[in-house]
């Protein structure tokens, strides 16, 4: 099985930058795509961006597009989340997630980590 644990969450105020990280462990080599959703209280959860293993390809949400940036590391086992120009509707707790070989859907998930931006 695969774990996923964020970090790098934090308290910060409008324009500062953050970055996350999500530390995948386990049978990393079934990852094909590793992304990041939020939930802000009182809403649904929603995506944020996401990497694939293969092509590198980069996915982003309208809301975040030139302002956050995904990455990850040569083994894919570790996700970045760079998070520039934060706005108080940034706030929110950040899930790392991931899907598996054979699966087209995010069926792993971190416990998430809490990012608020204060005005």
């Known amino acids: 099985q695969v774990q996923l644990k964020e970090s790098g969450g934090g308290l910060v105020q409008a324009g500062d930058s953050l970055r996350l990280s999500c530390v995948a462990s386990g049978r990393t080599g079934i990852i094909t795509v590793l992304g990041w959703f939020r939930q802000a209280p009182g809403k649904d959860r929603e995506f944020v961006a996401a990497i694939t293993r293969s092509t590198v390809n980069t996915q982003y949400a309208d809301s975040v597009r030139g302002r956050f940036a995904i990455s990850k590391d040569k083994t894919m086992n570790t996700v970045f989340l760079q998070m520039t120009n934060l706005r108080p509707e940034d706030t929110a707790v950040y899930y790392c997630?991931?899907?598996?070989?054979?699966?087209?859907?995010?069926?792993?998930w971190g416990q998430g980590t809490q990012v608020s931006v204060s005005s």
């Open positions: 997630a991931a899907k598996i070989r054979g699966s087209g859907d995010y069926g792993l």
